[in-house]
């Protein structure tokens, strides 16, 4: 009978394991860029979709209260408020807007909503890289909409 010599056991070696390890740092390292545009694109959107509720809630809750509901946006900190809810905005987000000089307040621009569904219109800009949207309240029936801009 004779014995085998020494059989390799199965695995992976050393070697093996640092090759793989070098590759998966590459690929994470070259998705990077990718993973950052992709966070800020998140953060972009969801100020859109938090803003434009913002908006519609404040329109609803003036027709369904009878009492007048102001939506404040503050430029200097990037904040959009109805009372106790707000949309702060990222760096990466730029944020402007148009209101009616009656209404504002304090250096804050104020889009205010009436009970019989007017409002005292506006506009809150929201820009990102690459892209923008302008959400539109229209002074007459107070209905909010959303509109692309041309961002150059």
Not at 25 to 37: C, D, E, I, K, T
Not at 127 to 148: A, C, F, M, N
């Amino acid at each position: 009978m004779k014995v085998s010599s020494m059989s390799r056991e199965n695995g992976f070696s050393l070697l093996e394991l640092l090759i793989v390890l070098v590759i998966v740092a590459l690929v994470a390292m070259a998705s990077l860029p990718y993973g950052s545009r992709f966070y800020e694109g998140m953060q972009y959107r969801s100020a859109i979709r938090e803003t434009l509720s913002l908006l519609v809630s404040a329109r609803y809750t003036a027709i369904l209260t009878g009492v007048a509901q102001d939506v404040v946006f503050d430029l200097q900190t990037r904040k959009v408020s109805l009372k106790d809810s707000f949309v702060v905005f990222p760096e990466s987000v730029d944020l402007s807007g148009k209101t009616a000089r009656e209404v504002n307040r304090n250096g804050l621009g104020v889009i205010r909503f009436y009970p019989q569904g007017d409002s005292s219109g506006g506009q809150i800009d929201i820009i990102g890289r690459t892209r923008g949207v302008r959400l539109s309240v229209d002074w007459l029936l107070g209905r909010v909409s959303q509109s692309l801009l041309d961002v150059d």
